[in-house]
């Protein structure tokens, strides 16, 4: 008969994402995993089979605690308000001081050896699902007349979702917050009227 868990998975996701987000997937080791944790081995193998597994419930952990941002983002009124949403609303989680900076999305893969080259794929892969939301987004705001038929809703999700890795990674570089939502106010200068 099994054990019945003696842990809050949410609680042990939560420490194990701060580690990958610190070390990457390929940086971050069994022993610090189970450290962060404090979960032995077995305990952890029996639940997500693998290192991989974990890294699997990580993301999608990341993804729940996320989605009110999303779903408060998408909301907004307009096209440019979603693009707002999203930026400066990056920028506070990007700096929040109770956990790493930046964006674990970009900074758990920005490479892997040759054992784990799926990995960045995997990160790139739900990196995009975002775009492809934000691109939905900026279809339906033409439609709707908020943004001009010509415009490239596509190319303006891509290019809000480059502002937002941009500023991803000047976040965990260290960027304030007061740099990045100027950075933001920059970008959005090049929206379409």
């Known amino acids: 008969m099994a054990r019945p868990r003696t842990f809050d998975e949410g609680e042990i996701l939560d420490r194990a ?42 993301l999608n952990r990341y993804r729940q605690r996320r989605a009110a941002h999303k779903r408060w983002m998408l909301a907004g009124a307009t096209a440019r308000e979603v693009a707002e949403r999203m930026l400066f609303g990056a920028v506070e989680w990007l700096t929040d001081p109770t956990e790493p900076r930046g964006c674990l999305l970009i900074q758990a893969g920005l490479s892997a050896g040759p054992d784990n080259d799926d990995i960045p794929q995997e990160l790139a892969r739900r990196r995009k699902a975002l775009e492809l939301v934000l691109r939905k987004r900026f279809e339906q705001a033409k439609i709707e ?32 917050a007061n740099e990045l939502n100027e950075t933001v106010e920059r970008a959005l200068l090049a929206w379409p009227t």
Do not use: Q
């Not at 580690?19 to 997500?48: H, Q, R």
């Open 17 to 58: 994402m701060d580690v990958f987000w610190c070390c990457g997937y390929d940086g971050a080791s069994m022993a610090e995993l189970t450290k962060a944790m404090d979960v032995n081995a077995p305990s952890i193998y029996a639940v997500f089979g693998n290192k991989r597994g974990l890294f699997d419930a990580v």
């Open 145 to 176: 007349g908020d943004l001009p038929p010509d415009a490239d809703s596509g190319a303006l999700a891509r290019y809000v979702h480059a502002i937002f890795s941009g500023i991803g990674v000047l976040a965990a570089a260290g960027a304030s």
